[in-house]
């Protein structure tokens, strides 16, 4: 399956330090995505990258992308205790659809 | 403030009943996702539609799930006859135009005695 697997779980840390997860596919992709999830809610997105761009970033937020290696991080710099929540990877795959799969998910909290 | 709404957001009902659930995707947005979210499988997608027409219901179990969209401002998703592995909550989201950002609703979360 082409299901991003993110890395770690689950990640604690305290308020103002920098967060990064990872996330590794299986199949080459038009572009990446990442996504927020708060306990009992809807997904956010935060971020799309392309497959042609190695790196971009959006606030506080920096996201890699190694093709080569089918992987990608995200960075959150100088987290606050509102970033507790679990963030999510999807790939689409070359085909042009609209149809994303999920990676598992990293749990995030930070600590005030 | 352009939501995706989702009704309802909790449903407890027991094993072989029928379920529907309800999403209005986010007025002007043409492409709809029912996706499910469990702790042992994750994230997965069952179905979407572009311009109400359905693309892939790969995902779905077709002896009992079914997913339609009756106009455009409305998606359902049913179960028919329920069992307690569906218990899960069920997102919809959408997306606008060529665009890749899904805009996702709260959920519904469901129980299945």
């Known amino acids: 399956s082409q299901q991003g697997e993110e890395d770690p779980q689950a990640l604690s840390i305290q308020e103002g330090e920098n967060a990064t997860m990872n996330c590794s596919y299986k199949?080459?992709?038009?572009?990446l995505q990442w996504y927020r999830q708060n306990s009992g809610r809807g997904l956010v997105h935060l971020i799309l990258?392309?497959?042609?761009?190695r790196e971009k970033h959006s606030g506080r937020l920096r996201v890699t992308l190694d093709t080569s290696k089918k992987s990608s991080s995200l960075l959150i710099t100088a987290s606050r205790a509102a970033d507790t929540a679990s963030y999510f990877c999807?790939?689409?795959?070359?085909?042009?659809?609209?149809?994303?799969?999920f990676g598992t998910g990293t749990r995030l909290k930070v600590l005030a | 403030d352009a939501r995706v709404t989702q009704t309802p957001r909790h449903k407890v009902t027991e094993m072989g009943q029928e379920v529907t659930m309800r999403c209005q995707p986010i007025?002007?947005?043409?492409?709809v996702f029912w996706y499910r979210q469990t702790m042992m499988q994750g994230l997965e997608l069952l179905a979407y539609?572009?311009?109400?027409?359905?693309?892939?219901d790969s995902g779905m179990p077709k002896d009992r799930f079914s997913a339609e969209m009756p106009d455009a401002t409305l998606a359902t998703l049913k179960i028919q006859p329920s069992e307690p592995r569906d218990s899960a909550v069920y997102f919809c989201?959408?997306?606008?135009?060529?665009?890749?950002?899904?805009?996702f609703g709260p959920g519904t979360r469901l129980t299945v005695l």
């Open positions: 999807a790939t689409d795959g070359t085909s042009g659809t609209y149809k994303y799969i």
């Open positions: 990258i392309r497959s042609n761009e």
């Open positions: 007025l002007g947005h043409n492409t």
């Open positions: 199949t080459s992709i038009n572009n």
């Open positions: 989201a959408s997306v606008y135009g060529g665009n890749r950002e899904q805009f």
């Open positions: 539609f572009r311009n109400r027409a359905p693309l892939d």
